[in-house]
Nanobody, 117 residues
């Protein structure tokens, strides 16, 4: 079992920045693929960005050039730096950890991000 705890959400104006952090409860996340997803009211959860155990990154088209995902295996942590935020980015953001074979899949409790003036 892997417990994930997110932090860093909040209210930000359009064009602003936030940094989300996710800390995992066990050290073997080194071999986990880590990701950030978001879910807006009335919409399905969608992938924002992911990073493999080998640090290969993948981004949704709607965040390319604005968001950066990173991981620090020594701290069992993954982060999402979000710049140039847009109102449509308002959602609950979830941290995800899964094994490459998809046998194990864990979610955090989510952190609210609100982009509004």
């Amino acid at each position: 079992q892997v417990q994930l705890v997110e932090s860093g959400g909040g209210l930000v104006q359009p064009g602003g920045s936030l940094r989300l952090s996710c800390t995992a409860s066990r050290s073997t996340i080194t071999f986990y693929d880590m990701g950030w997803y978001r879910q807006a009211p009335g919409k399905q959860r969608e992938l924002v960005a992911s990073i493999s155990g080998g640090s290969t990154t993948n981004y949704a088209d709607f965040v390319k050039g604005r968001f950066t995902i990173s991981r620090d295996n020594a701290k069992n942590a993954v982060a999402l730096q979000m710049n140039s935020l847009k109102p449509e980015g308002t959602a609950v953001y979830y941290c995800n950890a899964r094994t490459p074979d998809n046998i194990y899949n864990f979610w955090g409790q989510g952190t609210q991000v609100t982009v509004s003036s």
